[in-house]
């Protein structure tokens, strides 16, 4: 399972674009990098998922470099409302019963 | 949209005792998991469940723990004997089936082993 490295915290003002680089050097061939997000005291919310390039939806967008050691996770101008924990997992999810392995994550929070 | 419902959303029970919490997980999902989150630390992976038995469980899921779908909509996790530090919240997730396809986590229930 490859280990993924964040930054434990960040702060930014509303209104800005925050990037979280998440570094996963051991990321194998069939390895998809997931973000999710977690509000105080609710389950894991999905965000996105990518396995190379550059991944965008309605929320978020994902880039990932040819080399795939790391990734970053970018969200458009921000509000109080994206203040939550953000996990980058790195999983091959060809297989439904595969496990989500959670880190630390990176905790967000977003200043008037 | 579609979502994983657990329930009780708090559950307050004394040390030693059988607690049961229930999931509902999305309907033609075909994967079911439980984790847990103890307060300030990370989500922890316990159980895997597909096609009506465990795929895969982790060191936490000793023989104290349980996981049964009785009747192909609910998901249950059967704690026989509780632990104070069973203390945690409990989430139950769901996924369809195929690569690269998300899972769906419920609002947890809170346990309280006291």
């Known amino acids: 399972l490859a280990k993924t490295t964040q930054p434990i915290s960040m702060d930014s003002y509303e209104g800005q674009e925050v990037n979280i680089t998440c570094s996963h050097n051991?990321?194998?061939?069939?390895?998809?990098i997931t973000w999710y997000q977690q509000f105080p005291s609710q389950g894991p919310r999905f965000i996105i998922q990518g396995y190379k390039t550059k991944v965008t939806n309605e929320v978020a967008s994902l880039f990932i470099p040819a080399d795939r050691k790391s990734s970053t996770l970018s969200l458009p101008r921000v509000s109080l409302s994206d203040t939550a924990v953000y996990y980058c997992l790195v999983g091959d999810p060809s297989f439904g019963n595969e496990k989500l392995t959670f880190g630390t994550g990176t905790r967000l929070t977003i200043i008037p | 949209e579609p979502e994983v419902t657990q329930t009780p959303s708090h559950q307050v029970t004394q040390m030693g005792q059988e607690v049961i919490l229930r999931c509902v997980p999305i309907?033609?999902?075909?994967?079911f998991y439980w984790y847990r989150q103890i307060l300030g630390q990370k989500v922890e992976f316990l159980v895997s469940?597909?096609?009506?038995?465990?795929?895969?469980k982790s060191e936490i899921f000793d023989d104290q723990f349980s996981v049964e779908r009785p009747d192909g909509s609910n998901f249950t996790l059967k704690i026989r004997s509780t632990k104070l530090e069973d203390s945690a919240m409990y989430f139950c997730?769901?996924?369809?089936?195929?690569?690269?396809?998300?899972?769906?986590f419920g609002q947890g229930t809170r346990l309280t082993v006291v």
């Open positions: 469940f597909y096609n009506n038995e465990i795929s895969e």
């Open positions: 997730a769901s996924r369809l089936q195929g690569r690269a396809t998300e899972a769906f």
């Open positions: 309907s033609n999902h075909l994967y």
């Open positions: 051991n990321i194998a061939t069939n390895d998809y």
